[in-house]
């Protein structure tokens, strides 16, 4: 807390405290390689990172947990196409999380298109914290490809069977003006690192609370820097 003085007065002023979940949905195809690589190597120093872009903005972080989630295409990779972990909490759970990017193989996917609607869906259903101090829910998704339609995959053995079944009951999920969706619309973020293509684009326009940060196809996102990426999550919060 500190104490600033204005005429003959004073008053106190303390730091925003904000309890931050980060969600990232990393698409895991063969040509993935280099953002994945970014995010093993740095997956260590999130925490201290976003903690201390925060003190700078004046917002404290008194709770930050991060997801990881690895997302592919269920009629190429079936059982294999999605995978990951649940909240961790940081830092004392930093070397679980390490252990899940390291899970992580840029392989698989077939064809151009993979099931990212579908990895928006299990980023949006994640078990956000709940709580007193301010809150920041933010979905992170990564790749370089477009998306299939929604229930691509559904035939496949392992499709969950609770996906919604198309693009509005997604976007309904996130919440519009007619429905007040399954987050919290006051701390729901949505950044995606992604080809201003399909339907990338179209969330872009459509859904509140969200960012395209455009990438080239087929590239890995390999003109995405760490710096840039935690620049992104710091100033969604």
Not at 151 to 158: A, D, E, L, W, Y
């Amino acid at each position: 807390k500190e104490i600033e003085t204005m005429g003959n007065y004073s008053y106190s002023k303390q730091s925003a405290m904000y309890d931050v979940d980060v969600c990232m949905l990393i698409d895991k195809t063969g040509s993935m390689l280099p953002i994945i690589d970014t995010v093993k190597a740095n997956a260590l120093r999130l925490y201290d990172d976003i903690k201390r872009d925060m003190a700078v903005k004046g917002k404290n972080i008194s709770n930050l947990r991060v997801r990881v989630m690895a997302f592919g295409d269920y009629k190429a990779d079936g059982a294999e196409a999605f995978y990951g972990c649940d909240f961790l909490h940081m830092p004392d759970q930093a070397e679980l999380l390490k252990q899940c990017v390291n899970s992580i193989r840029a392989e698989g996917g077939g064809d151009e298109p993979e099931d990212g609607l579908e990895a928006l869906a299990f980023g949006i259903r994640s078990k956000w914290c709940t709580g007193n101090n301010k809150k920041r829910h933010i979905v992170c998704l990564f790749t370089d490809a477009s998306s299939h339609d929604l229930g691509f995959g559904r035939s496949v053995p392992g499709y969950p069977t609770d996906a919604p079944k198309s693009y509005e009951e997604l976007m309904c999920m996130w919440g519009t003006s007619q429905f007040p969706g399954e987050m919290d619309p006051y701390a729901k973020r949505l950044l995606l690192f992604a080809p201003d293509c399909s339907y990338w684009s179209k969330i872009a326009r459509q859904w509140d609370n969200t960012i395209l940060m455009p990438v080239a196809s087929g590239k890995g996102l390999g003109d995405v820097s760490y710096q840039s990426m935690l620049d992104t999550i710091g100033n969604s919060i």
